[in-house]
Each structure stands twice: as structure tokens, then as C-alpha cells.
Nanobody, 124 residues
Framework: QVQLVESGGGLVQAGGSLRLSCAAS????????MAWFRQAPGKEREFVAA????????YYADSVKGRFTISRDNAKNTVTLQMNSLKPEDTAVYYC?????????????????WGQGTQVTISS
């Protein structure tokens, strides 16, 4: 079983950047497909980005494509989300998620492990 802890959230102005990190422990990190989701107040949790466990292929929601970059460091058991050109509509709690030996999925119920979330607030 893997434990996930997110960090790096905060308050930035529109157009700025943030880098989120997710530290994993308790499992073989390289075996997990990793993903980022976000949930804004009053909205459902939505897919943001994911990176496969075996191919490192990256997947992005259309709303963040070209602005966000997901990457992983299997030696450090971390996955990061570099967020550039931030917009007020990116404001949400961002969650890290993991699923072992898996294809990339886009729905929250498809992931087995979750972090506690980190707040990202973008001011206009």
C-alpha cells in the first residue's frame, strides 16, 4: 500500500507558476501509474494529468495542455506537476493519485490511492 503526500500549493497571481510535488512511500513507486486531479468548490473532481508506470507517457486534460507538465522521478519516489500561465479557473484543491500496474485512467474511482490534497489559489 502506498501513501501519498502533496506539497507546493499556494496563492499566486494569474500568469504565474507553481510546482506541486507528491511524495510516495510504502510501495514500489515505479510500479504505479500516477495522476493529478483537482476539485474546485461545488464541482466534481476532474482529471488534470497522468504519467504511466512503464512508458512515462504523459496525458493531459485539454484545459491544461501546453501549460502544465507532469513528470516523475522514480529514484526519489516523487511525481511533480509544473503549472505555468496559471488562470483563476485553475483554482482548486489538487490531489495526487496512484494505481498499480495500470493503464492511465481519467476517472477518480479508477485510482486506488490518494493524497490529502493541496490548495492552489489563483488571483485575477
Amino acid at each position: 500500500q502506498v501513501q501519498l503526500v502533496e506539497s507546493g500549493g499556494g496563492l499566486v497571481q494569474a500568469g504565474g507558476s507553481l510546482r506541486l510535488s507528491c511524495a510516495a512511500s510504502g510501495g514500489t513507486f515505479s510500479s504505479y501509474t500516477m495522476a493529478w486531479f483537482r476539485q474546485a468548490p461545488g464541482k466534481e473532481r476532474e482529471f488534470v494529468a497522468a504519467i504511466g508506470w512503464s512508458t512515462d507517457k504523459r496525458y493531459y486534460a485539454d484545459s491544461v495542455k501546453g501549460r502544465f507538465t507532469i513528470s516523475r522521478d522514480n529514484a526519489k519516489n516523487t511525481v511533480t506537476l509544473q503549472m505555468n500561465s496559471l488562470k483563476p479557473e485553475d483554482t482548486a484543491v489538487y490531489y495526487c493519485a496512484a494505481k498499480k500496474y495500470s493503464y492511465v485512467y481519467y476517472r477518480p474511482p479508477d485510482y486506488d490511492y490518494w493524497g490529502q490534497g493541496t490548495q492552489v489559489t489563483i488571483s485575477s
